[in-house]
């Protein structure tokens, strides 16, 4: 995760079981969730982009992808 004053960027969201384990190390590290503004996909393995979905319906953020 990427921190910025106008809202945080994630990086990969990894599997849809690794969902529940992000949003307990961003709000461990202080960071409320729903500031995630940004899911950044770096490639379309299953493994790196799978908790997209469920990370998208706990933040709300723009999904966007590296060309």
Known sequence: ???TPQGHIL???GTKEMT???VA???KLGFN???I???L???AHFDHVG???AMKKATGARVMAIR
């Open 1 to 3: 995760m990427i921190t």
């Open 11 to 13: 990086i990969d969201t």
């Open 20 to 22: 529940p384990v992000i």
């Open 25 to 27: 190390s961003v709000q």
């Open 33 to 35: 969730v729903r500031d």
């Open 37 to 39: 503004r940004i899911m």
């Open 41 to 43: 996909s770096s490639h």
């Open 51 to 53: 908790g997209h979905s």
